[in-house]
């Protein structure tokens, strides 16, 4: 039976159920706003429309009061929304075209672009690939409407990390960027003897390829239900859509009304033409070249004939396709299982843990037998959840020290946990290490898991009592951090030991070099072919030492005094300095040097250039400025390597310092973390078979560091290796040595790398 009902200015009209709308009816607030459709016990429930009185309309379904299952959404701009809702907001496939006529077809999430989709700009502009909170993050592929196209990884609406740019004319580059400068190493391919015109054909007919679950089509909503009931609110929030916002022109972003701000602007950073020879068809010029924020530092141009300039393109991609530094391990991958059985154990091992109030470690917390051991069946127990991996035993060795450990680190439980056992996963290092050992990267860059040899994990035990008395006594110890020592042992017997620790470049800053110093000669240096963006160097390709302010350097020599008698005292050698320098570009460049994208710019239109000219496209501020520590305008939370004290620099009245790199960010300077430096480097000089210029000599750079493989004991076996190398070799030179010799040479190595300023 259908009735009116009149309550506060609002009217009903349609089935009731006890005088509350229950059926089929109109409701029309005091404003305007009417809606026609289904009710549930007083919800808009069911199939409906809603008009509200500024004009927009939504048609579609409706759960418990919300726009929630499939339903299109019209705006007076001429914006029009058709996909899935959930909770009023844009979630799951769906298409918008805005008023603009850019048209985004993909996955949403609250109302925003996330998962895989396609951006097409009015202009011509395309983008396909993965999204993340509005902007394009993740793999992806950019095409201009002149034929520029980029394929490679994207952060935050600007191209971060590896990629290649192919240009309309043929040639291409592949290389590294950050925040969508070139930021690191690459090669330029340049366009061959073929005719401009016959470029622009080829790249036109090639067919961009990404993942197969990255198409989309509008086609998929004809066979979405219209009826998906969920609990929502009572009433829709007139001001529903008001929400939005323009981000930052300088990268792509989300603009609810308006669509995304057109990359067109981002051709910055791309190469110019130059080396292509036009006279010759057989000859071309390769340049490999290196940039820190967009300026070239460093280039070597190669000449190639016919078919070899074909061989050394595929040389190069293979090269590019092994720099790739970890990979997401992900179901059927064969670390999968080991990678979940390490995120059950850890989570079970903290969770027990944690409760348990916090005391000083007795002697009975160390040693083999302080361990928990548990038994994870797929189909759970009362204590173990059920999971989707093998059955194992898992040991959790000296849990309660290592929960001190944590504290003493200033590490929260939860983020510990979520760090390494959240929905993310780990990544795999591509690249094991000497040893043989698997490396894993937890999603979120703070921690590295490594498998232990069994005698490794022995040392570890053995020397954890000492290790935790010096690291407690000693803040800012450049020693590794340990914060878990674990054993996964599968069916069948077979065992695998885990070590967790803090990663020592978890920074938001790019490493553009990475070296492993021990000190010694004897096959200390690295094949130039085998060298890419992630190679971790050796002492002789160091090619730079290091200047700093005073009280870092007294501070910095202190600690690596105080560590290295510390690992002689445990007869530990073998160990190293890990050193990643973050260079910034010469700040004399930005008068000197044409802005990146000035080179082999697409011709555009004077509407294209109107509409970019109030965009910053000139190089970035460049420089290390050390100021006056302020805790409110830095992160002061550990890190997954520091918890030490800001150190103090002489330059500043021996106040504590932060370090400000203009553009970039403000940092906390501690020992080993964020320490800023002045890198002289030597000229190169002219390579057989090619033109090397290394273009400047000294550099400001941003120092991270600290002490690793700290698990090799001096034992029987390395004597006998000793004494084996010192018939072939010089004994000085080679690593393996007494662990006295070995802490003293170490020391004074890094002291020659390290000078001090007279």
């Known amino acids: 039976m259908s009735i009116e009902i009149i309550l506060n200015g609002d009217m009903y009209f349609g089935d009731v159920k006890g005088m ?19 009710w549930e016990e007083g919800k808009m429930t069911g199939d409906g429309r809603i008009t509200w009185s500024s004009g927009v309309s939504y048609e579609g379904d409706f759960s418990g009061g919300y726009l929630d299952g499939f339903g299109k959404l019209t705006k007076p701009d001429g914006s029009i929304y058709v996909g899935s809702w959930r909770f009023n907001n844009q979630h799951g496939i769906g298409r918008k075209q805005y008023s603009n006529s850019d048209i985004y077809d993909g996955s949403w999430k609250e109302g925003v672009h996330e998962g895989n989709g396609k951006y097409a700009w009015c202009n011509g502009n395309m983008y396909i690939g993965n999204w993340k909170g509005g902007s394009m993050c993740g793999r992806g592929v950019m095409k201009w409407m002149n034929g520029d196209l980029f394929d490679g990884h994207w952060l935050n609406g600007y191209r971060q990390g590896s990629g290649v740019y192919r240009f309309e004319d043929g040639s291409y580059y592949f290389g590294m960027w950050t925040k969508g400068l070139k930021d690191g190493q690459g090669m330029f391919y340049p366009a061959r003897s073929r005719s401009h015109s016959q470029s622009s054909r080829s790249l036109g007919k090639k067919k961009v390829l990404i993942s197969p679950n990255s198409s989309f089509r509008s086609e998929r909503f004809k066979d979405m239900k219209r009826s ?92 590019e396709m092994k720099k790739k530094p970890s990979l997401d391990i992900f179901a059927g991958h064969k670390s999968y299982y080991l990678m979940l059985n390490l995120q059950l154990g850890i989570r079970y091992t903290v969770g027990k843990i944690t409760p348990v109030p916090l005391r000083e470690v007795r002697h009975s917390d160390f040693g083999p037998r302080a361990r928990l051991r548990m038994y994870f069946s797929r189909k759970g127990s009362q204590l173990t959840p059920s999971h989707s991996s093998v059955d194992f035993y898992w040991k959790d060795y000296c849990p309660m020290v290592f929960r001190n450990l944590r504290e003493l680190f200033k590490l929260d439980a939860a983020d510990y946990m979520m760090s390494i056992c959240g929905d993310d996963g780990l990544r795999e290092l591509s690249s094991p290490g000497k040893s043989g050992s698997i490396f894993y990267l937890s999603h979120d860059d703070r921690f590295v898991i490594k498998t232990l040899r069994t005698s490794e994990l022995q040392v570890l035990l053995k020397m954890l009592p000492s290790y935790y008395n010096h690291v407690r006594a000693h803040d800012n110890t450049l020693i590794t951090k340990f914060y878990g020592l674990h054993e996964i042992t599968l069916r069948g017997g077979k065992k695998v030991e885990f070590v967790v620790m803090g990663n020592m470049f978890y920074t938001e800053l790019r490493i553009h070099r990475r070296y492993d110093l021990k000190g010694s000669h004897q096959g200390r240096s690295t094949n130039k072919d085998d060298i890419t963006e992630g190679t971790t160097l050796k002492d002789l390709d160091l090619a730079y030492d290091f200047h700093m302010d005073k009280s870092l350097r007294d501070a910095l020599f202190k600690q690596l005094y105080q560590d290295c008698m510390f690992l002689e005292s445990q007869r530990i050698i073998d160990y190293s300095l890990l050193l990643g320098l973050h260079f910034r570009a010469p700040k004399h460049l930005k008068g000197h040097l044409v802005p990146p994208d000035a080179f082999h710019r697409p011709h555009k239109t004077p509407a294209d250039d109107s509409s970019t000219c109030h965009m910053d496209l000139s190089i970035p501020p460049k420089g290390l400025l050390l100021v006056t520590h302020e805790p409110s305008s830095v992160d002061t939370a550990p890190g997954p390597h520091s918890r030490g004290c800001t150190m103090r620099a002489y330059s500043v009245g021996d106040k504590e310092v932060d370090l400000l790199l203009p553009g970039t960010a403000r940092l906390r300077v501690q020992l080993g973390v964020n320490m800023p430096a002045q890198a002289n480097h030597k000229v190169s000089q002219e390579v057989s078979g090619s033109q090397e210029a290394e273009l400047f000599e000294v550099y400001d750079v941003v120092l991270y560091l600290g002490i690793i493989d700290i698990l090799q004991e001096y034992n029987m076996r390395k004597k006998i290796e000793h004494a084996f190398k010192s018939v072939r070799h010089d004994p000085v030179s080679i690593s393996v040595a007494d662990p006295k010799f070995y802490s003293k040479r170490f020391f004074s190595f890094l002291e020659k790398i390290f000078p001090a300023d007279m």
Not at 21 to 36: I, L, R
């Open 20 to 38: 509350i709308p229950h059926g089929k009816g109109k409701y029309t607030w005091s404003d305007g706003t009417v809606y026609e459709g289904c």
């Open 228 to 319: 998906i009931s969920r609990s929502l609110s009572e009433k829709i929030s007139i001001g529903l859509f008001n929400n939005s916002g323009r981000i930052s022109s300088k990268r792509v972003s989300l603009d609810e009304d308006g669509g995304i701000g057109d990359p067109a602007f981002d051709n910055t950073d791309i190469l110019s033409n130059e080396g292509e020879s036009e006279g010759d068809d057989n000859v071309t010029d390769v340049c490999e070249r290196e940039y820190i924020q967009g300026v070239l530092i460093k280039e070597m141009s190669k000449s190639y004939a016919g078919s070899s300039y074909k061989r050394e393109q595929r040389k190069f991609q293979m090269k």
